[in-house]
């Protein structure tokens, strides 16, 4: 078939010295090619670096920054005040989980080896402390808190347990022990403020979860307590450890967004369990539940009974007497006043919280709610639709939140700036302002394109300071590098617990301190008061007060 | 069959043209990865979809395997690209070039209903560009240029051991 013949043949007789020429140029040919794809790798190199380019202003430091572990620091032995749903996270997030829970997470390995739960909780970092008392006022959670206590090696129901710590059946008792350095304290809102001032009063170091309070009053007696005493107190906001508020943080304070007017922060669930209609829990009864208990500390009522009753607001009381046993109220204490901060408490705070953080704000000078019981008409006195406008004048500011607990649109937190808007979640994407100034150069250039992302921030990657690649926003989206890429990924709860312990072995503050709680604390009774008096609420900063307008 | 010595101008000018841009497409997707030091083929590998994906993801899960998957793979694109471009070793870059497309394939399998994160230009049942790029290469293995036109042409006479070996 083939007639012509390229290669060189005997026909081809043209001396050694040319053929050698010829075999060289043969063998040789193709190289140029090299130097073509070289220069072709030099001019995409060179055009990508100018057209992607951000600048040195996106230079950040470097990740997440844990204080660093005092080597040899002394074993902090914890006492755990409530085992609901909160505290058996919190007690996770130490490194502790019901044996119940660990068998779950061995079978989902056994079946399914992308399940990696349990081998991910068993690398989790021991924080060296000792669990020795616990207390929960429902038998069923005080012998599981017991039981999880013991599991020190980390094993399902057939595994080895350590030893037994006391159970207590009143926190008093708890509090009034010697072994026990330092309290977690995940009891219903209304025992919060409560709890941490006779923890601190008892010497013991305190982590409460949020909100701080549950009335006006106490928030200043505990605020004044932990500061008297001097213990070492952290509030359960553990959206302080996020890597992404952080690097907001960053950016804002490099003028990166130009200035801030409007944040629009949400909450958005739509499930029973998200509007707080937990399960209730067999066992539970009268004889197992100590209901004195869990009415509340009277002097507390008497606060909450007395804002009700002066401002007109006893439709919000009950329905029930308190005295009256109810496993739903029991269990789902979230949906009444009677125990509860409602949204404002349980999920403005998250918000207001990492705005606190990134921007420094403070307590608004002004709150307006609306809202109202919308979706879930069972009974409960706490809306489930909740709209608060918070301002701040000094910053030339508005917090916007918005809340319903019957819709899943994801809105996350959104921060308008006048040359860029942050979309802040666990990742951090930035859109240019098409009326920017400081962009105005890139976007005229083309470098930049108004309203899409330029700029996204994947916890684990550092260093990005070129345009986002397409490539990087598909999967920023989806949130799968946060979770795998610097090979270990942390719990924000762990880490907020274990910065707790190393500032008590370290004499240092926490994060979220009582100065930031107090805030937090009345951010939401401003909110929620707006919300059940129907009028603005103003604050004093000088007489630090709530101001009704 | 056509002697692999006797190729006309028009089929060892296509054959060989053919080379080097797999060669080329296999060098600067090597180059890019290298010149990258974030890229990590870790989002891709674990996206992987069809009966081969817990292997896949099964790399992906343990660092110290990852960053030695990351490795081979950017250097083994490069020097397969080179090895195509320049005719080195052809016999051996064109194989293992085939072994990482099919890896690329199994990973990302056109299958009927397989839904993937990144979404492929292009439409594709079953047969996608990496099984075409694959074909291709067979093309080039059964007909060998780079001992006409590359540096297997003075490789076999230096070393003889390699044409032995069937590296070439």
Redesign the interface.
């Known amino acids: 078939m083939a007639t012509e013949n390229n290669n060189n043949t005997p026909k081809d007789n043209k001396g050694p010295e040319s053929e050698g020429r010829r075999n060289a140029l043969k063998t040789l040919a193709t190289i140029p090619v090299l130097g073509a794809l070289g220069y072709g790798v030099y001019r995409k190199q060179k055009h990508d670096k100018e057209a992607k380019s951000l600048g040195s202003a996106f230079r950040f430091d470097q990740e997440h920054r844990m204080i660093p572990a005092q080597p040899d620091g002394k074993k902090i032995r914890i006492g755990m005040i409530g085992f609901g749903i909160r505290g058996k996270q919190l007690m996770r997030a130490a490194g502790f989980a019901e044996p119940s829970w660990i068998d779950g997470l061995i079978e989902g390995a056994k079946n399914d080896s992308k399940d990696k739960r349990y081998e991910q909780f068993l690398e989790q970092d021991d924080l060296n402390i000792e669990v020795t008392g616990v207390c929960d006022i429902f038998d069923v959670y005080g012998e599981a808190a017991a039981l999880t206590a013991s599991n020190i090696h980390r094993e399902g129901s057939n595994g080895k347990f350590g030893k037994r710590p006391t159970r207590y059946r009143t926190y008093k008792e708890l509090l009034a022990a010697d072994d026990i350095d330092a309290v977690i304290i995940a009891t219903p809102d209304h025992w919060h403020s409560t709890m941490a001032m006779e923890a601190a009063k008892a010497g013991k170091h305190v982590y409460v979860e949020k909100p701080l309070s549950w009335t006006v009053p106490e928030t200043y007696a505990v605020r004044q307590v932990v500061k008297e005493t001097g213990i070492v107190f952290q509030l359960g906001h553990q959206g302080r450890q996020t890597d992404s508020y952080i690097r907001a943080k960053e950016i804002i304070d490099k003028g990166l967004i130009g200035k801030v007017s409007l944040i629009e922060v949400c909450t958005n669930r739509n499930d029973p369990n998200g509007a707080w209609v937990y399960p209730l829990i067999e066992g539970a009864s009268p004889d197992t539940i100590d209901w004195k208990q869990f009415e509340g500390p009277e002097e507390r009522i008497k606060e909450y009974t007395d804002y009700m009753t002066s401002n007109n607001l006893q439709r919000y009381i009950g329905p029930d007497p308190r005295d009256r046993f109810s496993l739903e109220r029991f269990f789902r204490w979230r949906c009444w006043w009677d125990y509860s901060t409602g949204l404002s408490g349980d999920l403005l705070t998250h918000e207001y919280d990492a705005i606190n953080q990134i921007f420094g704000v403070g307590i608004p000078h002004s709150a307006t709610s609306s809202g109202g019981v919308y979706f879930f008409k069972d009974g409960r006195t706490v809306p489930d639709v909740l709209q608060t406008t918070f301002e701040f004048p000094d910053r030339d500011m508005t917090m916007l939140y918005s809340a319903t607990l019957a819709s899943n649109r994801p809105r996350g937190k959104v921060i308008m700036g006048h040359d860029a808007q942050m979309e802040l979640s666990n990742t951090i994407t930035l859109k240019a302002d098409p009326a920017s100034e400081i962009y105005k150069d890139k976007i005229d250039k083309g470098i930049i394109k108004p309203n899409e992302p330029f700029y996204t921030y994947i916890p684990g990657q550092n260093s990005v300071d070129a345009i986002t690649s397409p490539t990087e926003l598909y999967f920023a989206q989806r949130g799968l590098l946060y979770t795998y890429v610097s090979g270990k990924r942390y719990d924000t709860t762990h880490l907020h617990i274990r910065e707790w312990l190393e500032c008590i072995r370290q004499g240092k503050q926490p994060s979220c301190n009582i100065d930031a709680a107090f805030q937090e604390a009345m951010t939401a009774h401003m909110g929620t008061h707006a919300y059940l008096e129907g009028r603005t609420m103003y604050w004093d900063k000088e007489k630090e007060e709530i101001v009704k307008g | 069959m ?2 692999k ?5 028009a ?2 000018t296509a054959m ?1 043209v053919l080379r ?1 841009f797999i ?2 497409h296999f ?2 997707e090597g ?1 890019v990865k290298i ?1 990258n030091p ?1 890229w ?1 083929s ?2 891709y590998l ?2 992987s979809k069809g009966f081969m994906s ?1 292997f896949f ?2 790399l ?2 343990d ?1 110290a395997m990852m960053n030695m998957v990351n490795a081979l793979n950017e250097w083994a694109l490069l020097l397969i690209g ?1 090895g195509l ?3 080195a070793f052809s016999k051996l870059s064109s194989i293992g070039a085939m072994i990482l497309l099919a890896f690329y394939y199994l990973s990302h399998p056109s299958f009927i209903g397989a839904q993937y ?2 979404p492929f230009e292009g439409s594709y049942l079953w047969i996608d560009k990496n099984l075409v790029e694959m074909a291709a290469l067979a093309v080039l293995l059964a007909f060998p240029t780079s001992h ?4 297997d ?2 490789l076999k006479k230096a070393i003889p051991l390699l044409s032995k070996l069937k590296l070439m």
């Open positions: 056509i002697q010595d006797s190729y006309t101008s089929q060892l060989v080097l060669g080329w060098a600067y180059l010149l974030k990590t870790l989002p674990l996206d817990d993801a099964g992906a899960s660092p080179l471009i320049t005719g994160m990144m006409i036109i590359g540096l042409r003075y």
